[in-house]
């Protein structure tokens, strides 16, 4: 089995700055495309950024939607099986339960699967 789980969520008031971390454990084989969506209170969950796994050069490949666009950074750390979300310049709109998305493969199936993490909670408020 493959958990993520979110941390560094919070209370922040706006204009400041919030890091948040997923880290994937259990038994993983290769973690391919990771994400962070978000999720406010009536409303749909949304894709705020995504990043592929590395390529030959050890790079990877980013986007983001565009309402965070030059705010957040999204990056991920593959000998810790991490990923993370630096958001800056918070606003209240960015409000949101924040989850973690993999494309996973497990060492005993080798199986690409989506797994999600429990959430983690920010709000923005002076």
């Known amino acids: 089995q493959v958990q993520l789980v979110e941390s560094g969520g919070g209370l922040v008031q706006p204009g400041g700055s919030l890091r948040l971390s997923c880290a994937a454990s259990?038994?993983?084989?290769?973690?391919?495309?990771m994400g962070w969506y978000r999720q406010a209170p009536g409303k749909q969950r949304e894709l705020v950024a995504a990043i592929t796994s590395s390529d030959i050069t050890g790079g990877s490949t980013t986007n983001y939607t565009d309402s965070v666009k030059g705010r957040f950074t999204i990056s991920r750390d593959n000998a810790k099986n991490a990923m993370y979300l630096q958001m800056n310049s918070l606003k209240p709109e960015d409000a949101a339960v924040y989850y973690c998305?993999?494309?996973?493969?497990?060492?005993?199936?080798?199986?690409?699967?989506?797994?999600w993490g429990q959430g983690t909670q920010v709000t923005v408020s002076s």
């Open positions: 998305n993999a494309d996973v493969s497990d060492s005993i199936t080798l199986k690409p699967n989506y797994y």
């Open positions: 259990g038994s993983i084989f290769s973690i391919y495309a």
